[in-house]
């Protein structure tokens, strides 16, 4: 059974702070995918990395895939307010399932 | 360019009833997986369709069971529902030999 772990579980940051939200796995996958999901809210994709030391980044957020591709990172740079949210790991084989993490609710503070 | 689609937003059945959820992909996409999110949990893949037939099935008992129309769009239906099914349903689409998934709003179902 294929399992993701996230860390942290819950983060509460005053606005500006960065932060860093850490998926791990004991197994390789094809590819890892990021969403953000608002409460009562489908998860709505991020990034998406497939090879393994790969680096994206999207404005403030840098996400990053582990050399063996069992792990990645996703960084927030200087947080605001509307980050807040849930953030969702999954990883996943071409045109298979997606594994989720359990996630990390993020709570930027003003 | 309508995204994935579901139907109907809130749902509330009575233990032992049966429900239809339906879902619409994103145009362009022919697979459609169903995910079930438990409040304070990751979604759990259901099963996936593609070319109207499901291709993968996670870890759920033969009560739920679903189908794909021609035109890519797709239903879950639950029977005999328990209260442990109360959950937000969520369908995903993509193409079949795609890595990304995208998501509807869900469907939150409550079973009282």
């Known amino acids: 059974t294929q399992l993701l772990e996230q860390s942290p579980q819950f983060l509460s940051i005053q606005e500006g702070e960065n932060l860093t939200v850490y998926c791990n796995s004991s197994s390789v996958f094809s590819s890892l995918q990021w969403y953000r999901q608002e409460p009562g809210e489908g998860p709505v994709l991020l990034v998406t990395v497939v090879t393994g030391g790969e680096v994206k980044k999207l404005k403030r957020l840098t996400f990053q895939f582990g050399d063996a591709r069992k792990d990645s990172s996703l960084h927030i740079t200087a947080a605001q307010t509307g980050d807040t949210g849930l953030y969702l790991c999954?990883?996943?084989?071409?045109?298979?399932?997606?594994?989720f993490g359990a996630g990390t609710i993020l709570r930027v503070k003003s | 360019d309508a995204g994935v689609t579901q139907s109907p937003t809130h749902l509330i059945k009575t233990r032992g009833q049966q429900v239809t959820l339906r879902c619409s992909p994103k145009s362009g996409h022919d697979t459609v997986s169903w995910y079930q999110q438990a409040l304070g949990q990751g979604p759990q893949f259901i099963f996936q369709?593609?070319?109207?037939?499901?291709?993968q099935r996670g870890n759920f008992p033969d009560r739920f069971s679903g189908h794909q129309f021609p035109n890519y769009s797709s239903e879950l239906n639950v029977n005999a529902l328990l209260l442990g099914d109360s959950a937000l349903y969520l369908c995903?689409?993509?193409?079949?030999?795609?890595?990304?998934?995208?998501f509807g709003p869900g469907t939150r179902l409550t079973v009282t």
């Open positions: 995903a689409s993509s193409g079949y030999r795609d890595y990304e998934q995208y």
């Open positions: 369709y593609y070319e109207e037939e499901e291709r």
């Open positions: 999954a990883g996943g084989e071409y045109g298979n399932k997606l594994v």
